[in-house]
């Protein structure tokens, strides 16, 4: 049966989020479109071993598995290679990849190579007519563009946190391990260091976020809602101002250029609630706004809105919570 | 060392909402009487080649497509902040081609430029976001690409870059001719000109070819067989229940309804 | 000489030759102080053109003023009145000396009969007394009181007061010694002198010892104040000379706005070199008495930011004097750190405040000149204002809505629909893009209509006046904006303008029509005093409030214009009006002029909540003023002290009071 291939990772040791992710949108199209699903996982390291299990748990029974010391984090070029040698073999009909940092690159160059169809950034996938039909925001969240992909082979990439993981469906399993022709010397960029920035909870996968804007007036503002951050179990983001004005790590930004995220409460603060912002947020369950100025936009995408002073609410309401939990 | 930057005008992405509209007949975006602005992060793009221009003396060319008559002030602001010339594909129809159609013209004219050790774009244009022009500009003229850049810097006397990804950042060697996009950081935020170069920018040679001089040399077309269905602008209606009294009082609330949320 | 006539020896107890020694010396001094006066003379020659010596009679009017009534000092009451008394003091004793020498010199026989006992004897001898005593209490100032704006530790401040006492007080024993030595008949018509020379009787001198005494204490007397006519032009005393020439050079009218610069000719911009400064701006600069007046008068100096006015002019004169004008170091960012020429407001409370006016303001703005035009350095968000004035013809960048979104639910005329008006409604940016502006504008709008005005817009087509790239210091970007709007106000042929914002007033009053662009233009709150007074707006509703009014910079102290809207509040039936302690020439600017509405100096503490607690302190309930940004800033102080006092703009405020009655 022609397939959707599901590009799929796990770099920290298990299968990541947006692999699963990747999962749901396929399941979402392989039934009318009459496709079944193989997951390829590509990487290196003790990841590979347990992720084929973590495919096999949520309905993918077929996984490839590449697993080559060159494909270490970052690599763009060397999973290029592979995953190019891998589409060749298969001749998989759709070609789902994970639109994050590395993989938004190796959907578009991948979809040059073998010639295929491409819809990049997607925000949802759904099929009509035989043909995949992807949603994605376009004008930085202003609009949201329909597009229908009549061609073989497509390739689409899909914007993490867009869809929910899907739901646990186990099926029994086979794992094939294929090899690929990487060389180094082939390789036209080579990651030289790592710099992580710290983080306690990933942002995109707290389950709380405080986000601060410009309205934070400097780092130090943003001390006080890491405070918050930390006794609600969260992580904190931030709009474009802060981050490019260097106030927080480039890594925290939240929305059209940043993450997406979708977490259960999302507090936006001294955020003035710029498109391009909220259109990273807008899937979160409950948005709280707080900004002095009553008419900022963040008001009209906000579940609950505080008129107020920043500086006059943050630190009252960690104490608060602290004393609700006997600190 | 050559450098081309590839600047694309966009309306103006902060346009008042009453301003944003859709054209049925084309699905994008009404341009007619809206300002007109280099795309956020192509402008970031042009000051990361500025400031290799300062450093060691890079030759900073930009290439944009579009109407000639409409691409006029977007290359003057860029002749002015320090690019050396600029190239205008003069394209009329640039507005509403796909992100690969554009990317394959690029690369003819970049390709018609002839020695090019760097090229430069934003990491995402303002309107359509496909976060595709890069990578198909690399593939199409078969040389490296690292996308999401908001630097170039030296590791031990060797240039790297400095890419952005989820948890920081990756510092990159890459073999040059290289395609890099250009991400924001507080090291890129764009110049503002000076009056003498302004000035200067009005004698700076701009050259001004026709789709028609491009050789494009592109087999794959990653835009066929992808139609644009519709673009629906979201009804945005206000939800927003506002809390009202003094700090505690509004911190008590908050409180309550966090925990009839179970947030707490 | 008949003895009964009364007079004097003029070189008693002096020899000849001792004479001629005296003359020797004063031609040093006199030479000495005239070439330190040509030498500075050099230097100011090196400015630019300016044209400050016509018209005659308004000028001679305020030195009049300002020199002879001293109107400014005395805002300072006590420092006031002890320098009129110390001026007036010496100007006698110069008379004085000038008599001594017709009789000497010119052998007109002057100093004699009434005229030396009332005038040479009495009235000296009290200005003397009265000089004295304004110095002793510059003294008691200086040393004891010691106010802030005063520096500590300069010790040439102390010296010239000392030396200016030392003189007054040989003098003083000069006299006494001669009355005592020559048994001076009319002595007691010199009421100071004649108790010194009791005093020496007192003390038991005899006839020897009081020779000797004088010819020592006049030697002494000479001595010092031949130094200090050498010191004039080497020491803040040069203000003596320079102080009355400056107030007679004061500009006129627009006293903040920098000169227009000529683009079609100027190769290099703003004030890098003194040579880039007028000659008018570089005399400035040794007029200064360091008396700090301005600095306590400005707002970021009072909020702990690095700007101190006087700082910056005397950072500017040290240098000038020491690299006689000519410098290598770049004014804007090496002489005045860039920093303090950021945190100008453009409020002219400094030259408000300043006795010997210095024209501060454009100094500063033609030093921003060079770091916005030359260096294309500018704080981040000023530069994102300018970027976007560049882009979309208004400085707020993120601005969601359009220019004509406050018209709904009003009707107004629209130029570019075709419909035509009297009287052009220029908008401006500050109240059409800030949502808060929005009911200011509707209520002025109501007013004017049903005042019968007949009224227009240029909607969409209106772009920023310039006035905030102007103060930023890009004059290029102005210029562009400006021609632009004048472009089209004269497409449309408009005549009358009246604008809700003093800054786009100022603009349009002052600059517009240096470059083709002549209009009647009145600010809202003129027009809508005039019209309350010719009946046309009846404000009958009363308003129960105390109201504060704010005085708008770019309205008052750049404008004159205090009393319109006051005039208008209290045409308003039950409101009381207040003042704030800073208030009219005195007020203290809201903080956003000057491109500072763009700021991001977090320095100190910001200057619109102290501001708005200026407000609060006068226990009113309503805090008015006429300013777009004025508003904004009050607003974002009263949110962010919690004030329990409104800001509201006169328009808003009389139209409540016209509202109710219909």
Known sequence: MPDILVVATAPLGTLSRSSLELVAGAHAIRGPLGLGVTGLLLGTGPGLATAPQALHEHGVARVLRVDHPLLTVGESDAYLRALEQVARRENPEIILVSADTMGRDLAVRLAWRLGAALVTECSDLASADGAVVASRQVYGGRAVATLAVTRRPAVLSLKPRSLDAPAPDPVAGSVEDLSVELQQGELSSRVREVLREQSDVGLEDAQVVIGGGRGMGGPEGFAQLGELASVLGGAVGASRPPADSGWVPLTWQVGQTGKTIRPALYMAVGISGATQHVAGVSGSRLIVAINRDAEAPIFSVAHLGIVADYKEIVPALVAKIREMRGQ | MNVVVCLKQVVDPELPAKDFAMDPGTQRQVREGRPLVISTYDENALEVALQLKDASGAGVKVLTLGAQAAVGDAIRLALAMGADEAVVVDDALAPERAGAEKARMLAAAIRRMGSVDLILTGCESADWVERVVAPLLAEDLGVACVTFVSRIESRDGAPVVRRMVEDGHHLVEVRLPAVLSITSDESNRPRLPKVKDIMAAKRKPVQTWAPADLVLTATSDPASGVEVRQVVVPERTSRCEFLTGEPPELVEALVQRLRDQKLL | ?662
């Not at chain 3, 007109?108 to 009332?118: A, I, K, S």
């Not at chain 3, 008396?291 to 306590?296: D, F, I, K, L």
Request: proline content about 5%; hydrophobic content about 45%; glycine content about 10%.
């Open chain 3, 1 to 662: 000489m008949d003895p009964l006539t009364p007079t004097r020896e003029i070189y008693w107890n002096i020899s000849q030759a001792g004479v001629v020694v005296m003359y020797l010396l004063a031609a040093l001094a006199l030479f000495a102080c005239g070439h330190g006066i040509y030498q500075h003379f050099r230097m100011w020659r090196r400015g630019q053109p300016a044209d400050r010596l016509r018209p005659i009679w308004p000028r001679l009017r305020s030195v009049l003023l300002h020199v002879a009534a001293h109107r400014r000092l005395l805002t300072e009451r006590a420092p006031g009145l002890y320098h009129l008394a110390l001026f007036w003091g010496f100007a006698f004793l110069l008379a004085g000396t000038v008599v001594v020498l017709i009789q000497a010199d010119l052998r007109l026989p002057v100093m004699r009969g009434t005229f030396y006992l009332y005038f040479q004897s009495l009235t000296l001898d009290l200005m003397g007394l009265a000089a004295a005593a304004g110095v002793a209490a510059a003294l008691v100032m200086r040393y004891l009181v010691r106010p802030p704006r005063l520096r500590r530790g300069i010790l040439a401040d102390g010296v010239i007061l000392w030396l200016l006492e030392a003189i007054l007080v040989t003098g003083f024993l000069v006299e006494g010694l001669r009355i005592a030595g020559t048994g001076d008949p009319w002595g007691r018509w010199s009421p100071v002198g004649h108790q010194v020379s009791l005093l020496a009787g007192l003390l038991g001198m005899g006839p020897g010892a009081i020779r000797g005494g004088h010819a020592f204490l006049w030697w002494a007397h000479f001595a010092l104040s031949m130094l200090f006519i050498a010191y004039i032009p080497r020491s803040k005393l040069f203000h003596l000379l320079l102080a009355p020439a400056n107030v007679y050079m004061r500009p006129l009218a627009d006293a903040g706005s920098p000169r227009l610069v000529d683009f079609d000719r100027a190769e290099r911009f703003g004030a890098f070199a003194f040579s880039e400064f007028s000659w008018k701006d570089l005399f400035d600069l040794d007029v200064c008495t360091e008396c700090g007046r301005c600095s306590a008068a400005c707002p970021a100096d009072a909020t702990g930011k690095l700007l101190s006015p006087m700082q910056v002019v005397l950072d500017l004169r040290d240098e000038m004097n020491r690299t006689r004008g000519a410098s290598e170091r770049v004014l804007a960012g090496q002489v005045v750190q860039s920093e303090a020429l950021w945190g100008c407001t453009t409020c002219l409370a400094c030259m408000e405040a300043c006795p010997v006016f210095i024209e501060h303001v454009p100094k500063i703005v033609e030093m921003r000149r060079y770091l916005a035009m030359e260096e294309a350095v500018v704080p981040d968000l000023m530069a994102e204002a300018l970027r976007s004035l560049e882009a979309r013809g208004h400085p707020f960048r993120g601005a969601g809505i359009s220019r004509t979104a406050w018209t709904e639910g009003v009707e107004v005329r629209s130029l570019p629909r075709g419909e035509r008006g009297e009287w052009l409604l220029w908008v401006g940016c500050a109240a059409a893009l800030n949502e808060r502006n929005h009911s200011t504008l509707r209520a002025l709008v109501r007013l004017l209509r049903a005042a019968g005005v007949d009224l227009c817009i240029l909607g969409d087509e209106e772009v920023c006046t310039g006035d905030p790239a102007r103060a930023v210091g890009n004059e290029y970007l102005f210029q562009t904006l400006a021609r632009q709007n004048i472009e089209t106000l004269n497409r449309y042929g408009v005549g009358k303008i009246v604008t809700v914002c003093p800054h786009c007033y100022n603009t349009f009053k002052h600059t517009y029509p240096k470059m083709g662009g002549q209009y009647e233009v009145w600010h809202h709150a003129r027009l809508l005093a005039h019209l309350v007074e010719e009946g046309r707006i009846a404000p009958s509703a009363p308003v129960q409030a105390a109201v504060a009014f704010h005085d708008p910079c770019y309205l008052g102290r750049h404008n004159g214009e205090y009393e319109a809207p006051r005039r208008v509040l209290r045409a308003i039936p039950g409101v009381r009006t207040v003042e704030m302690s800073r208030c009219r020439e005195g007020g203290f600017c809201c903080g956003a002029g000057g491109g500072l509405y763009w700021s991001e100096d977090r320095t100190g503490r910001r200057i619109n909540h102290v501001r708005t607690e200026q407000a609060v302190q006068t226990g009113a309930q309503i805090v008015a003023t006429a300013c777009p940004f004025c508003m904004l800033m009050i607003e974002d102080g009263v949110a962010a002290l919690e004030g329990g006092i409104r800001p509201l703009d006169v328009a808003e405020l009389l139209d409540r009071s016209v509202d109710r009655s219909r």
